[in-house]
């Protein structure tokens, strides 16, 4: 455990001493998130807590490879993905700064995040196949398709739940600890554990921040590579190993922003909206009209993705 250990501990203390530093630098840029109607601030808050992140996730990874060759354990980058899921990370948080710089209309940003997928998908990082006590279900030409709509759907899931002081942060959390835990029973995952130990480090590490009241929010340069990174792990979870998980695992995992995000798609549908229009009619919301406070609502919301990762866990270790 020494080369997740690694990671982790590098990407949390590079994440607790960067993000106060990057939101100083945005509050002197004047890099804020404005309050409007759909927020719940009531102050302009800096939002590029996302740089933080992933920077930690970089020295993280770092502090993993370094170990790893120090212990002379070879890390498969292409079984394990690890190439892909280095580039596509760098590549959405790249989309989302520009879009917490400048802005971005939601067609450009969903199809940024479409040739993010493809990218990903050419470096390998497909669902090519599905197990499950059925046995094998080859995708084959439906690979692709399902792969980037696979992509498409975490990323935007997390970004959508990012709503309140750290909702999104936790969430992703929940599901990084269930995805470590499943993949801590397999043989050959060393690469998937580096990979979710950084990620977390980099989340705990900001999330004193990002706690309700917060200082400083991830922006989509957060809440887009965090999906990707979930999305990318869970593949990895399903295809590479010697004994990949059912697709339901995964699923359940990252089960709550996956459940708002559809509801979201079905809501705007029923009442023809524009499927990408924002509202305030997401899970969150709908919990503070019933009276809870912020840290109320993302404490309940917590502890429901909590439970379904105990639950994706459970079915992970007794398949």
């Known amino acids: ?35 409007e109607e759909r927020k719940v601030h009531e102050t302009a808050m800096p939002r590029l807590g996302g740089v933080a992140i992933g920077a930690a996730f970089y020295l ?19 079984t394990g993905h690890l190439t892909a899921i280095l580039v596509g990370v760098a590549l959405i948080a790249a989309v989302g700064l520009l879009d917490d710089l400048q802005g971005m209309r939601a067609r450009a940003k969903l199809a940024a995040q479409v040739v993010v997928g493809l990218v990903a998908y050419g470096l390998g990082l497909s669902l090519d196949a599905l197990h499950g006590p059925w046995g094998t ?8 398709l399902l792969t980037v709509a696979w992509f498409v759907a975490v990323i935007n899931a997390v970004n959508l739940i990012d709503g309140l002081d750290g909702l999104a942060s936790g969430v992703a959390l929940t599901a990084m600890v269930a ?5 801590a029973n397999m043989t050959d995952a060393d690469s998937t554990l580096m990979v979710v130990a950084a990620g977390a480090g980099g989340v705990l590490g900001f999330l004193r921040y990002n706690m309700h009241p917060a200082s400083i929010i991830m922006g989509d340069t957060g809440s887009m590579q965090l999906g990707f990174l979930l999305a990318a792990v869970a593949i990895s979870l399903t295809q590479v190993t010697a004994t990949p998980v059912a697709p339901w695992v995964p699923l359940l995992a990252v089960g709550l922003p996956l459940a708002d995000v559809a509801w979201a798609v079905l809501r705007r549908g029923a009442q023809g909206a524009p499927i990408l229009a924002p509202d305030k009619r997401h899970i969150h919301h709908q919990l503070m009209t019933l009276g809870l406070s912020t840290r109320g609502v993302v404490l309940v919301l917590w502890a429901a993705s909590a439970v379904l990762g105990a639950m994706a866990v459970a079915l992970a270790y007794t398949a």
Do not use: K, N, Q
């Open 1 to 35: 455990m020494l080369i997740p250990a690694s990671a982790f501990l590098l990407a949390l203390g590079g994440s607790w001493l960067l993000t106060p530093l990057i939101r100083d630098a945005a509050h002197g840029a004047g890099l804020l998130d404005e309050p």
């Open 60 to 78: 993280g990874i770092t502090a993993g490879l370094v170990a790893a060759r120090a212990t002379g354990v070879a890390l498969e980058l292409e």
């Open 179 to 183: 995805f470590f835990l499943i993949a």
């Open 137 to 144: 279900l080859d995708l084959g030409p439906w690979s692709l």
